[in-house]
């Protein structure tokens, strides 16, 4: 039985999620590992990186990151069907895409808000894993079970400033539309106005 071919786009869809998720957990887990090698190479006496964790750290932690990934959640679809909606319905953005592409700009029409989409999801399952993380890795007296829950919660802070970029790129599109749309709306006014203005002018000549 023939097998029907995979699409690439769905395959270039799956690379770039799989990339979105593992790209802040790998520069996360560098940083404070590396940085736990030098501290105690440098201190005279080992740090307890497990108390200062569970002390300070770990209850705020879990707490934080499984209300922003409910927060996130539950405004995902929403949010995204706003903006296609006010966005990439819009007849000036289609026509400022169809103008790039003839230039020769290689994008996808809705790759601005595949990418916000791609990565508010890795926010959210990293917040949910970081969480999740507090409870069950980052209750092992171990300090560098401490430094992986410390850095998964690292990674899920990154995907969401990454997420809030992504967020700004389409509304700064969203801005460009409404201010073009302004622009046409108060060009028509002031024209009517002056129109009105030549009238009232004429009308006092005749008189």
Same mark, same amino acid.
């Given at each position: ?13 799956? &690379? ?26 440098? @201190? ?16 705020? #932690?879990? !707490? ?12 995902? &679809? ?13 007849? @000036? ?19 601005? #808000? ?15 894993? @970081? ?7 980052? !209750? ?14 690292? @990674? !899920? ?13 389409? #509304? ?10 302004? !622009?046409?709306?108060? &060009? ?20």
């Amino acid at each position: 039985m023939m097998q029907l071919a995979s699409n690439p786009q769905d395959n270039r869809n799956r &690379t770039r999620i799989i990339f979105y998720i593992l790209m802040p957990i790998i520069l996360s887990f560098a940083l404070p590992l590396v940085s736990l090698e030098i501290w105690k190479f440098c @201190s005279e006496k080992n740090p307890d990186i497990y108390k200062i964790y569970s002390t300070i750290y770990r209850t705020p #932690l879990f !707490a934080g990151f499984i209300t922003a990934g409910s927060f996130l959640f539950s405004v995902k &679809t929403f949010s995204i069907f706003r903006i296609h909606d006010e966005v990439f319905k819009d007849q @000036s953005y289609q026509k400022k895409h169809i103008e790039d592409v003839r230039l020769g700009e290689k994008k996808e029409f809705l790759e601005p #808000l595949m990418n916000f989409s791609d990565y508010l999801f890795a926010s959210i399952l990293l917040s949910f894993i @970081s969480s999740i993380a507090q409870l069950t890795i980052g !209750a092992i007296p171990n300090d560098h079970c401490s430094i992986i829950s410390l850095s998964l919660a690292f @990674s !899920a802070f990154t995907s969401i400033i990454i997420s809030l970029f992504f967020l700004k790129m389409n #509304l700064e599109e969203w801005f460009d539309i409404r201010s073009a749309h302004f !622009a046409d709306d108060l &060009t028509k006014i002031k024209n009517q106005i002056d129109a009105e203005v030549k009238d009232r002018i004429k009308e006092h000549g005749e008189l």
